[in-house]
């Protein structure tokens, strides 16, 4: 990271911290604020590890309440949307394990559909979209989750590991398989790479 992008990120830390102060002193507006700027693509995000848009916006309620109550106690390591990703996530795959409890979480398939417009364009110059959402609907659920945090979130690599719960290291491995699956994918080359991954 250049010293720029350095104090950028520094400057974006800040900027949260303060909008938290004012957050956690009950301000309305400052909160509002912090929806208006995460809730679109966290929202985003969880519906496409759960596979349901009204789920999503439960989940992403239930995250944004979880803010709230705990402004008070915010620290500022990192950006409030990181933070939301990670609580999001969790409680996203708390839903997937209560769904199919009887199934390893890591080998869940068809439990996503991304349902923004057309952002896959920005991974794949692709003419048909549907076949990228019919590709990510036949990846297991950590490969698409790493696939929207990497080209569809606008998170740093350090952020989107965090969000996932793994080192940078395990996150760029996972990201890789997960690319060359859906590359394979799209060619009509479907891949017998079985998700496996071990914290590094």
Known sequence: MSEIDEKAAADAVRSDEALMRAVAD???EAFGRVIAAEAPRLTRFVAAVLGDLSEAEEVVQEALIRLW???????????????LHRVAYRLSIDRLRRRRPHIDIDELENVLEDEAPTPERQLVRVEDVR???EALDRMPDRQRA???LAHFQEL???EASAVMGMSQHAYESLLAR????????????ETGDREEWTES
């Open 26 to 28: 009950g301000d309305g």
């Open 156 to 158: 740093s690599q350090a």
């Open 69 to 83: 109550r705990n402004a008070e106690a915010w620290e500022p390591r990192g950006r409030i949307g990181t933070w």
């Open 131 to 133: 076949l990228v959402h």
């Open 146 to 148: 790493v696939i929207v």
């Open 178 to 189: 997960a690319r060359r699956r859906l590359r394979g994918m799209l060619a009509g080359e």
